[in-house]
């Protein structure tokens, strides 16, 4: 499945963004995410949801961020709220026919959409 991640963009600290990831396929038997990378870090898991639609965050947006999915537009969205400085970073949208949150798993990847938090 290929994958277009959009919604990027640059924010003041507590501002939100809505990013968005159309795939090409039907979603609905992958567990879709949302990963971010930065130049000094390795890749690391923001969210992921289910086909059950079950999430999964990591601690770091926990009570920030929202994924959520309509598999009937083959599209994943992760809404980010209270934007903080360190959520700078490429965001990239992926997914697994596994039920998994393993970063490993996900062998379909977007292009990533950059992610600015600055006053």
């Known amino acids: 499945v290929q994958l277009q991640a959009s919604g990027g963009g640059s924010v003041q600290p507590g501002g939100s963004l809505r990013l968005s990831c159309v795939a090409s396929?039907?979603?609905?038997?992958?567990?879709m995410g949302w990963f971010r990378q930065t130049p000094a870090k390795e890749r690391e898991t923001v969210a992921v949801?289910?086909?059950?639609?079950?999430?999964y965050y990591g601690d770091s947006v926990k009570g920030r961020f929202t994924i959520s999915r309509d598999n009937s537009k083959s599209t994943v969205y992760l809404q980010m709220n209270s934007l903080k400085p360190e959520d700078t970073a490429v965001y990239y949208c992926a997914a697994t026919p596994r039920n998994t949150v393993s970063i490993r798993a996900f062998d379909s990847w977007g292009q990533g959409t950059q992610v600015t938090v600055s006053s």
């Open positions: 949801i289910s086909r059950g639609d079950t999430p």
């Open positions: 396929g039907d979603t609905s038997s992958l567990t």
